[in-house]
């Protein structure tokens, strides 16, 4: 945490969800959630609510680099929480705009398609990922159908599965990877590759029909345990008990016709 802040200060580089479940909207509620002043560059406006994506609009590279730019030439940054970026050549300045800066304790989650709708990627943005932005982080975050396209392998069926892909992001030259395992049949599982060790996160199946942005919240969580100065391991604990009880808490909520968010404030409820 910085020596002049109260509180933790962290900055979301994301797209703009409207519904307010995730993207931007998401994180600032999670970073709220913890305690923590929250910023956000934005790099695409969508459509969407809660049945889906329509449109996405990308904000220019050299925009978004900008605004990047603009908070660290200001503001101490505690930790980054990056999540959608649409193009290759977003993803790229938004790299060298951190390695400029010198961020610290970035969690990169590698937003590639919408669950429900749009594609939200261009076809070099995976490779740019990888490249650029992984070797910066301090974990990525991919769930299993993005960390099937960055490594160019079928998609996870188990954790040994899981475990092999998380290994090859770290060859590839992420300093860490978690495989966030919800969509998998059971008790969700996350796998962890870190400093050579495979560990497996064992959770709770919350029965909900609101798990929009449950992604974007899990990252964002994770970097906001990691500018309180948990250890990598503690921040993933951390981050998943804090969204177990955001999904029981937010599973009777009716927003929309379609999947609504977890409640991100629960823990503010009296």
């Not at 609510?49 to 609009?57: D, E, P, Q």
């Not at 669950?115 to 990525?140: M, Y």
């Not at 899990?218 to 993933?236: T, V």
Request: one cysteine or more; aromatic letters at 2%.
């Amino acid at each position: 945490m910085s020596a002049a802040a109260l509180r933790p200060i962290l900055l979301s580089i994301a797209g703009s969800d409207p519904s307010g479940g995730a993207g931007v909207q998401g994180d600032l509620k999670t970073f709220a959630a913890f305690g923590a002043y929250g910023m956000a560059a934005i790099t695409a406006l969508t459509v969407q609510n809660t049945r889906g994506v329509s449109k996405v609009a990308p904000a220019t590279a050299a925009l978004v680099s900008a605004q990047i730019d603009a908070i660290f030439d200001d503001i101490a940054v505690d930790a980054v929480k990056i999540g959608m970026l649409a193009r290759a050549s977003t993803a790229r300045t938004v790299a060298a705009s951190l390695k400029r800066a010198g961020a610290q304790s970035i969690v990169l989650d590698p937003v590639l398609r919408a669950t429900r709708g749009a594609d939200l990627s261009d076809a070099g943005l995976p490779k740019a990922i990888l490249t650029h932005l992984a070797p910066l982080a301090r974990l990525i975050t991919p769930n299993l159908a993005e960390a099937a396209i960055l490594t160019g392998t079928p998609r996870a069926q188990n954790a040994d599965d899981m475990g092999a892909q998380a290994r090859a992001l770290v060859e590839a030259g992420a300093k860490a990877a978690l495989i966030k395992g919800g969509h998998l049949d059971g008790a969700p599982i996350d796998v962890l590759y870190a400093e050579g060790v495979t560990r497996v996160f064992h959770g709770e199946r919350v029965e909900t029909p609101n798990t929009h942005g449950t992604g974007c919240a899990l990252s964002s969580a994770i970097a906001c345990l990691l500018a309180q100065g948990l250890n990598l391991e503690a921040a993933i604990e951390g981050a998943k008990s804090w969204l177990t009880r955001a999904l029981a808490a937010g599973a009777k909520m009716r927003l929309g016709a379609g999947a609504g968010p977890p409640d991100h404030l629960w823990s503010g409820k009296p």
